[in-house]
Structures are given as C-alpha cells and as structure tokens.
C-alpha cells in the first residue's frame, strides 16, 4: 500500500543457485524500471499466449481446503464439550464455525485477482489484493512442476519451483491435468544448460514402479515396540504388582493399536504412490485422496544419487535422489525400490549428456 501511495516497488531477483535472492526496495519509477528489466533479461512479449484464471467455488473450496475446515469443525467440537464446564465456549465454538465462511470469502476475493499467464518464453504469476506480486520465470529457469488435484475436481494447485528454492503456486485452477501437461511441453524446448535432445517432449513410458513400504512398516513396528518397552519400564516402577500387569498390559496394547492403525496407510500410501520412467521425464505420482503429480524433466537433472542405510541393506532395497541444475536438496524422491541401481541406470541413460553419480 505504501509502495502504490510512493510510486515505488521492491524488486526480486532470483538466479539458478542463488538462495536467498537478491531483494532492492523502495525503486522509483517501478513501471519504467519493470519495463526496463524486461527488455533487458530478453523478455519482450507483451500479451500472453495463454491465461489462466482461478476459479472459486463452493465445491472446490471444500475440496481444497478440506484439511482446513475439518480442524476448525473439530476445534468448535472440542468447545462444545467445553460448555459442560464454562458455558462461554459456546461463542469459541460459534467462531470456529465462523471462520470457515469467512476464509471462504478470503479466497474468493484473493484468486479473483491472480492470474496464471505463459508467453512463449516465460511464465508470468500474479497474485495479491493490496499488495501485488508479479513473478516472472524464463523457462529455463523452471527446475520442476507439481500439480495437486482436489478429490473428485478437475481443478487443483500448480507449484513451480524456479532456480533458487522458492516455490510460486497458484490454487484453484481448472484443468490442472492438462496445466501441467502443456508446462512440461513448453519447459521441454528450453532446457537449463544446452543440450542435444530431440525437438518434441517424449512421454513414452519407460518403467513404473510402485516404493515398498516394508521398510516403513519394519520402523513402524520398531517405534511401536518402543513405545511398549518405555510403558513396560514405567510398570516395573509400580508399587505393587497389580499395578506392574495393569500398565503392562496397556503398554502392549496401545503399541499393537499404534501398529495396525498406522499401517494400512502405510501400505496404502505406498500402493498409491508411482514412479514413472518417462524418455523425456521422470514423475512421481502420490496421494490417497490428493493426488500429486511431480514431473522433473530429465534435460533438467544434473545429478542422481543412490543411497542404502542400513534398514535398506537389511531389506536390500534403496533410494535413488534427483538433484536438478543449481538445486542443494534432491527435487524428487524415489524409493524405497527393489532394484535402485536399475532405476539410477534408466534415468541416467536418457538424461542428456552426463550426470555425477555418486552411491
């Protein structure tokens, strides 16, 4: 607000590998200067190929913000209980309540004003109501895609996460299969370092794969029996010796309840997830309701990196990092797999020129 009172702005730039970006505040004449980066940094087109605009409705704010809603009910529903004692958490409960309209109305008036544009070299967000944000990606510098779909919706969120590690996301937008599909099409024709590579993106599948979740399950099951040791300690510490069996036989069965509660999702979670070997791409699919869809395309990866603890020696089993151009964190996670220096070997050989590999 003060900066649209000023005429001023605050600029912010971000370069492959360059985390925390370089920020200069309070610039005069921000509409010339803005024009002036532009033509500079090569970006010149004026209109947009494509525009994107969310859209919010009822059925995609449930959906969305689903998580959201239902820990605000549960938090009224806990002030309920609470009237029993203090009948003034009736109004606490009322204001739980509340805030679900009123977050409502907030993202119907905050996506009603961003906007998702692609030029045909760069990728353009804007967001804000009061205070406006204009973030500006060339294509080369996009590391990576992810795409959430609300449950049962068309819609969902885009995330992209340009050369340094702060991520722009836009929510609510409609065809976000499609979205991501056309991102990772455009990103294909401007890779981050020159490459040979063929002309159009390749989806023709390569592998799918599916992480084995006995790995979690044996940590699990590891965490419970621990849980049950530290009850069964405090037991020896009874007084007498009914107290010793009463709080052992609760260590033993809150441990078997934390066991076989936890480890469906765990095998669920695990069924659920893909790993997709793509000739142009690598995608990993994830989510028992959300579903997730991260893409990194292979004229992007600059290293991958196989890795065994020793719960992996113990299953034979492993990991296998991907590591895109200027990145110090791994961008995609795949494992644990059976055979992870199979894997290692299909990326790497369709990754354009050579990787650093390390294991």
């Known amino acids: 607000l003060v900066d649209r009172l000023m ?12 985390n925390p970006p370089i920020a200069f505040e309070d610039i005069r004449k921000s509409r010339q200067r803005e024009e002036e980066i532009r033509r500079r940094l090569g970006l010149f087109e004026a209109k947009p190929e494509v525009e994107y605009r969310p859209k919010v409705t009822v059925l995609h704010f449930l959906s969305a913000r689903f998580s959201l809603i239902f820990f605000y009910l549960l938090l009224a529903a806990g002030a309920m209980i609470g009237t029993h004692w203090w009948e003034p958490a009736y109004f606490i409960a009322l204001f739980f309540v509340a805030l679900i309209p009123v977050r409502f ?10 906007r998702l544009r692609l030029y045909s070299d760069h990728i353009q967000f804007q967001q804000g109501i009061i205070r406006r944000h204009f973030h500006y990606i060339p294509f080369e510098q996009a590391r990576s895609i992810r795409t959430l779909r609300y449950p049962g919706r068309r819609c969902g969120r885009l995330r992209v996460v340009p050369g340094s590690d702060r991520a722009v996301s836009l929510r609510y937008l409609e065809g976000i299969g499609a979205i991501h599909e056309k991102l990772d099409d455009l990103l294909h024709s401007f890779p981050m370092r020159p490459v040979r590579q063929p002309e159009e993106l390749d989806v023709v599948p390569v592998s799918r794969r599916h992480p084995l979740a006995r790995n979690q399950l044996l940590m699990l099951l590891f965490v419970a029996l621990f849980g049950a040791a530290g009850l069964y300690g ?31 999702q765990i095998y669920l979670r695990a069924r659920r997830t893909t790993i997709l070997v793509e000739e142009g ?15 990194v395309l292979v004229n992007r ?32 996670y795949l494992g644990p797999v059976a055979d992870e220096r199979e894997l290692y070997r299909e990326i790497e050989a369709r990754v354009p020129g050579k990787t650093r590999a390390s294991g």
């Open 234 to 264: 405090v037991a020896i510490t009874g007084v007498t010796a009914d107290y010793f069996a009463i709080e052992a036989h609760w260590g033993l069965l809150g441990a078997a309840i934390f066991f076989f509660f936890f480890a469906p």
């Open 281 to 295: 791409r690598v995608r990993v699919i994830r989510g028992l309701i959300y579903r997730t869809n991260h893409s």
């Open 301 to 332: 990866i600059d290293q991958l990196v196989t890795q065994r603890g020793p719960l992996n020696t113990l299953l034979n089993n492993g990991q296998v990092h991907v590591l895109t151009v200027g990145s110090t964190l791994p961008e995609l």
């Open 105 to 114: 109305v907030r993202d119907k008036i905050f996506y009603s004003r961003c």
């Open 7 to 18: 005429g001023t702005a605050t600029f912010v730039f971000h370069s492959i590998g360059n």
